[in-house]
């Protein structure tokens, strides 16, 4: 209850996910144990730490209600925010509409695609994209078994192979242009990167 009355307190860009994982056998026998586990994501690593505590004391406060004891573990490692290269994007965007392919640049159409990749920590080291490509037709929602099924089509197989060449024709304009590698250079000094959240 208490993790549901935040979601008015906290930022749009922010999930929080829990499933039980042991509930008791009986609906009318308090169970001895219970155990959950939780995603807990945000945008950014810097409001990702902010959420965690916040998150954390609204399990506490529920354990405490009913009298109970309560013990967590943060488990895995967080995933920092992407910090994207804007002229490696550029150039990846210009190859994938040269092989035919519709791009959406999410600076300028406003198409977000947001999701949790450990992508993020290495574009605070070195500049990166993490550029996505349609496999499945518009509409379909993924981690799904349609979704799945559109995975093994010709379709995605054509997908693979575009990302590819466009991928490799990115490297080809990286390593052929050395205003291109400056641009890209400026373009990740200028996004400071922060790594001190890895």
Not at 191 to 198: G, I, Q
Request: hydrophobic share 40%; aromatic share 6%.
């Amino acid at each position: 209850m208490a993790v549901g009355a935040h979601r008015q307190h906290i930022l749009p860009t922010e999930r929080v996910h829990g499933v039980f994982l042991k509930a008791g056998e009986k609906p009318n026998i308090v169970p001895r144990e219970a155990s959950t586990e939780w995603y807990v994501r945000s945008d950014t690593i810097t409001t990702l730490n902010d959420l965690k505590p916040r998150v954390l004391s609204a399990l506490q406060s529920g354990a405490q209600a009913c009298g109970c004891t309560s013990h967590h573990e943060w488990v895995g490692s967080p995933y920092a925010d992407m910090v994207t290269n804007e002229s490696l994007s550029s150039s990846y965007l210009a190859n994938s509409a040269i092989l035919g392919r519709e791009v959406r640049d999410p600076s300028q159409s406003g198409h977000r695609v947001v999701g949790s990749t450990d992508m993020g920590n290495i574009s605070h080291l070195v500049p990166s994209i993490h550029p996505m490509i349609a496999s499945a037709p518009t509409g379909s929602s993924i981690h799904t078994v349609a979704f799945a099924k559109h995975s093994i089509s010709p379709m995605a197989d054509l997908a693979v192979l575009d990302g590819a060449k466009a991928m490799a024709m990115t490297a080809i304009d990286y390593w052929t242009s050395e205003s291109h590698q400056q641009a890209v250079a400026d373009d990740f000094a200028r996004a400071n990167p922060n790594t001190e959240v890895l």
